[in-house]
């Protein structure tokens, strides 16, 4: 059992996905980290959708990044992106994850900010946790 699935779409992701490791650690949840590109490894990353039973997603990349578009198709958990300034500043990454098609959302937080996506999945578990009290 998970609380939380950090995804990034490649190792070179990985300093993005420390910040919001960091941000996790100090928190009573669980979390798992994995390395899977939806451009890359489609069905790996299918198949690793439908067995993690993580209650929300950090999905972290660079670049055209379906990464988190493509984990929201997936699942209805909800599925935080944090883009990557890998080029053009971050901003081809930002608005991959901004602009989603109605029906499948990505709540994005800025730029590079790995902290602030583990912050806001934080809170949605906390949400949860309340709901259940
Ligand atoms: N955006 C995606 C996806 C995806 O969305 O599936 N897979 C890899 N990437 C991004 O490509 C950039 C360069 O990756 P490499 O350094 O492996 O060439 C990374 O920022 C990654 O997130």
């Known amino acids: ?8 779409g490649s ?8 910040r919001a490791t960091s941000v996790l650690e100090k928190s ?3 979390y798992e980290v994995m390395v899977i590109s939806a451009h890359r490894n489609p069905e790996e990353l299918d198949s690793y959708i439908s067995s993690t039973d993580a209650k929300v997603f950090i999905a972290i990349a660079g670049l055209s990044a379906a990464l988190p578009g493509v984990v929201a198709s997936r699942t209805k958990r909800p599925v935080v992106g944090v883009p990557v300034s890998a080029k053009l500043g971050g901003l ?13 959302p990505v709540g994005s937080v800025g730029i ?3 902290a602030n996506g583990a912050y806001f999945a934080l809170r949605i578990l906390d949400l949860i946790d309340t709901i259940k009290a």
Not at 93 to 103: D, I, Y
């Open 92 to 104: 081809d990454a930002l608005l991959s994850m901004a602009q989603m098609p109605p029906g499948v």
């Open 1 to 8: 059992m998970v609380d939380i699935s950090v995804i990034m």
């Open 11 to 18: 190792e070179s992701d990985r300093s993005i996905a420390n």
């Open 112 to 114: 590079d900010n790995g």
């Open 28 to 30: 009573k949840y669980t």
